[in-house]
């Protein structure tokens, strides 16, 4: 089984390869354990083209690193530690990365990735989070606006619960449906203490499944495949409500026959928008740490960019190495100073002259 996934890896790598831009492969993990590990889509976007894999076990790894390894520009590593934790005496060859007397898989695939991949650039990235963002970009383009919305939420593990916080954030009552009352209620109850304390609108726990998808304008399945939404619960919502399958097989044949016959919209959540965004986010975040932030001494002042945080006195640039725009003058708390005194003037007539910027 392997040896067949190891090949489709090989030949989606060509694939992407033959597209003629910077070219990404992604490795992530689910919580939910499959047979065996898949491929996601191609995704050809304007400026790279990026596929990758889902696996269940560590011991795959280095085979596939040593498949992927500067064949590729970049690969995403999933830095969530969702793999189970469990001792397997058998991948003593395979994974040299523990310290404990035997062998324990820790569900660090992140790191290991950083310890195998020494040719492409590899960086960390959370899947979950690239879910959420994109359901509630999603929701919030397609109903305008999201305070007031009922929104009932299936599920209550680290997708859903984190959506419900996003969702709430914006004036969305949300119902939260977990099976385990206790963990339920108490993460609940947390979601509800960090929130914005000017947000009025609530984050609700409901046992029972039909109180949380009552009348609700968006529907969502966030279980780790469980068909939590049945015909029963299909029947409880309003006429024009919204569905979303956030995670595999949480409708069952009948609720989506039921939806259908009354035309409730179902989709699957599209992570292109959020992964593509965050590539982006990516290799502008490298390009800052390798050209823009910092400190440098000029002998009559220093200059700062990309964030570091400057010492009284200190000029704010666009880019240490080779600015092009003076920002302002640091306060040495974070902030801009509002009335520069006349070093400050001087120090800045000097960078402009010798760089020959603009003053942002």
């Known amino acids: 089984m392997s040896r067949d996934f190891l090949n489709e890896v090989s030949s989606k790598i060509l694939e992407i390869k033959s597209l003629n831009k910077k070219t990404i492969f992604s ?25 990758g894999c889902i696996i269940f076990d560590q011991k795959i790894l280095p085979m596939l690193l040593e498949k992927v390894d500067g064949m590729v520009d970049i690969i995403l590593v999933d830095s969530e530690k969702k793999l189970p934790l469990r001792i397997d005496n058998n991948s ?26 020494k040719k ?7 899947p979950n989070d690239l879910t ?76 029972n499944i039909m109180q949380a998808s009552f009348l609700s304008d968006v529907l969502i399945g966030a279980s780790n495949g469980h068909q939590v939404i049945s015909s029963d619960v299909v029947n409880t919502v309003k006429k024009n409500c919204l569905i979303v399958d956030l995670g595999k ?26 992964i593509e965004s965050y590539v982006y986010e990516v290799l502008k975040m490298q390009d800052i740490l390798e050209s823009s932030y910092g400190k440098k001494d000029l002998g009559f002042c220093n200059i700062v960019s990309g964030g570091f945080f400057g010492s009284l006195g200190d000029i704010v640039v666009d880019q240490i190495n080779d600015p092009r725009r003076v920002i302002g003058v640091a306060q040495g708390d974070g902030a801009l100073k509002q009335i520069l005194n006349t070093k400050d003037q001087n120090n800045i007539n000097k960078i402009i002259n010798k760089f020959g910027i603009l003053k942002g």
């Open 132 to 207: 959420v963002n994109a359901t509630w970009s999603f929701l919030s383009h397609r109903l305008g606006f999201l305070s007031g919305k009922k929104i009932g939420i299936l599920g209550a593990g680290n997708i859903g619960s984190k959506l419900a916080l996003k969702l709430v954030e914006c004036g969305a009552e949300v119902h939260l449906h977990r099976r385990d009352f206790y963990k339920g209620h108490h993460i609940v109850y947390g979601l509800n203490l960090i929130k914005p304390e000017g947000t009025i609108a609530n984050i609700h726990f409901h046992q």
């Open 92 to 117: 003593k060859d395979e994974l040299k990365l523990h310290q404990t007397v035997g062998c324990v898989e820790t569900g660090s695939v992140s790191r290991i990735c950083f310890e195998y991949i």
């Open 120 to 126: 492409s650039k590899v960086f960390e990235f959370k």
């Open 27 to 51: 490795i992530s993990t689910t919580a939910k354990q499959e047979e065996s590990s898949y491929m996601t889509p191609v995704r050809d976007c304007d400026d790279f083209v990026l596929t």
């Open 249 to 274: 097989n949480n409708l069952t044949k009948n609720a989506i026959k039921i939806a259908a016959q009354h035309s409730i919209e179902i989709y699957r959540t599209d992570v292109t928008p959020a």
